[in-house]
């Protein structure tokens, strides 16, 4: 814009020189005198003046651009910085040295070793800024941002070489997350003394040798086939503890139904004894026994004994046969026997 201005303003005084100079030529055609000097001098000056703002005012205007600086050189040396605008200057005397203070952005790729000796191929982007208020240190140490930038790529290949080589190249695709913020820290640490502040560094991708990614995965494979047959061994021991648990669960409720058996089996046995004890105690009783009533805790009573006192054993012994009569007459059906006893020779015949 301010050439422009510039040219134009050289144009219009250069239009009015050689106006003029036309002027004083046709005025000395028409015979004029003295008053003829005088307009050449006004013509030199006019145009002298024109060549003068034609040089100071347009090459004397700088622009720093928004997200620029300045560094303003006097005679060759750094003095001040200008922030963004438009700037007069001295064409003569002083320089602009325009520093860009936006985002800055390395891409570069890295040939680097493991721990274990695995070459690898590492690409590494890295965003910085330049400080405003150093911008003139900047200036008397690197010159120009550019080199500074090759300072600053070479510095982060340097560190990034360092974490690469820390570990192996299996730990190093196991700890993939946390390897951009180690390589980070170290290159801020780095750089502290670059008049930068560094907005991002990322290890974007680690690409190894054909035979060692072979290598991985046939590891992964193996990996794979271990994890699948501890899956299906631990499988297995569930399904053994399951059915385990079933047989012995089944293993109890048979046993719990035997002796539920078994005690039914008693109880039953108990009652039969019992009432074969009482038929007993009133066999004895028909047949002339004396029973003796035993009471329990509440008076009533518990249970009963045949006193045998004096009693001989064919007594006893009726009682037996007693039970065998009463135990018949329970199963008969109340139809006669078609034979009888002859009574003499002990046999028995048809009736």
Same mark, same amino acid.
């Given at each position: ?226 994890? !699948? *047959? @501890?899956?299906?061994?631990?499988? &297995?021991?569930?399904? %053994?503890?399951?059915?385990? +648990?079933? /047989? =012995?669960? !089944? *293993? @109890?409720?048979?046993?719990?139904? &035997?002796?539920?058996? %078994?005690?039914?089996?008693? +109880?039953? /046995? =108990?009652?039969? *004894? ?9 066999? %004895? ?67």
């Amino acid at each position: 814009m301010a050439t422009i201005l510039g040219i134009l303003f050289f144009a219009a005084m250069a239009g009015s020189a050689v106006f003029l100079t036309v002027k004083i030529f046709s005025a000395r055609k028409r015979g004029a005198g003295k008053s003829n000097k005088r307009q050449y001098f006004i013509a030199g000056g006019a145009f002298l003046i024109g060549l003068l703002l034609f040089v100071f005012i347009p090459f004397g205007l700088k622009t720093v651009e928004t997200g620029e600086i300045a560094v303003v050189q006097v005679f060759g040396k750094s003095v001040r910085t200008e922030s963004a605008g438009i700037h007069m200057t001295n064409v003569i005397s002083t320089k602009y040295l325009i520093y860009d203070l936006k985002n800055q952005q390395i891409d570069t790729e890295i040939d680097a070793y493991s721990k274990d000796a695995q070459s690898m191929t590492a690409s590494l982007t890295l965003q910085f800024k330049i400080k405003a208020e150093n911008v003139i240190d900047i200036n008397r140490q690197y010159g120009s941002l550019e080199v500074l930038s090759n300072r600053i790529r070479a510095i982060s290949e340097e560190r990034t070489k360092v974490v690469l080589s820390s570990d192996s190249a299996m730990d190093l695709i196991a700890k993939r997350s946390s390897l951009s913020m180690n390589v980070e820290n170290l290159i801020r640490e780095a750089t502290e003394k670059y008049f930068i502040d560094v907005t991002l560094v990322a290890v974007t991708d680690i690409t190894f040798s054909t035979a060692f990614e072979q290598t991985v995965e046939q590891k992964m494979i193996a990996e794979q086939q271990i994890a !699948k *047959a @501890e899956y299906e061994k631990q499988q &297995a021991v569930i399904k %053994a503890q399951q059915d385990l +648990e079933v /047989a =012995k669960l !089944k *293993a @109890e409720q048979d046993i719990a139904k &035997a002796k539920g058996e %078994a005690d039914a089996a008693i +109880e039953t /046995a =108990k009652g039969a *004894a019992k009432a074969l004890k009482l038929k007993s105690v009133e066999a %004895a009783r028909m047949l002339g026994f004396t029973i003796v009533e035993i009471t329990g805790e509440n008076g009533a009573a518990a249970d009963y004994e045949i006193d045998m006192t004096g009693k001989s054993a064919e007594e006893v012994a009726l009682i037996g046969e007693y039970l065998k009569y009463i135990a018949y007459l329970e199963t008969w059906d109340g139809k006669l026997p078609e034979v009888v006893s002859d009574g003499d020779l002990g046999i028995i015949l048809p009736r």
